[in-house]
């Protein structure tokens, strides 16, 4: 699946979380082209902060593939550019491939993780082979666009949210 197509999935997904009054961010995770995980930021319904959206579909992915052989490469894709946090757990699941829209320069991780070398210990344990950012760009800035401008949601999170609509 193309990274484009991938990114779209996150961004359907996304929609449905704003729908819900999340954070419009969704993310998918893909066994070659079969998802196997998705979900969106749940913030509001859980009423927690670490539940970002890529976070759970890698979390949902990890539940379904069990321990057993991984025959084909895993993709995350996000509509927004992962945090270091989210990373490390890509890295965990040993995802390959990172596909995202938006870049999200508050928090983002992937410039650090481009630069982040680990030793060879662990074969497994490294970083993804392709992150790759960018698609869907004007689509994903009218989803927080969107959320900002609704005055029921909080402050902080509208604060946030127009500044990644901005650009």
């Keep these: 699946m193309s990274p484009e197509d991938a990114v779209g999935l996150a ?3 996304a929609e449905v979380g704003l729908a819900k009054g999340e954070m ?12 196997v995980g ?5 913030e509001i ?4 902060r670490i539940v970002h959206a890529d976070l759970l579909a890698m979390e ?13 490469p895993l993709t995350l894709a996000v509509n927004l550019e992962p945090c ?3 990373l490390g757990a ?11 829209g938006l870049w999200s320069p508050d928090d983002g991780g992937v410039d650090l993780m481009r630069h982040w070398k680990p030793a060879n210990e662990l074969a497994f344990f490294k970083p993804p082979r392709e992150i790759v950012g960018g698609y869907g760009e004007d689509q994903i800035r009218d989803q927080f666009r969107r959320y900002a401008a609704d005055e029921t949601r909080p402050a902080g999170m509208r604060e946030w949210c127009a500044g990644l609509a901005s650009g």
Excluded: Y
Aim: glycine share 8%; aromatic share 2%.
């Design 11 to 13: 961004i359907e997904v």
């Design 24 to 35: 419009p961010i969704g993310a998918v995770v893909l066994l070659g082209d079969v998802v």
């Design 38 to 42: 998705r979900a969106h930021t749940e």
């Design 45 to 48: 319904r859980q009423r927690r």
């Design 60 to 72: 949902a992915a990890d539940r379904a593939l069990g321990l057993g052989p991984q025959r084909e």
């Design 84 to 86: 270091l946090m989210c």
């Design 90 to 100: 890509a890295v965990t699941l040993r995802v390959d491939r990172i596909c995202f």
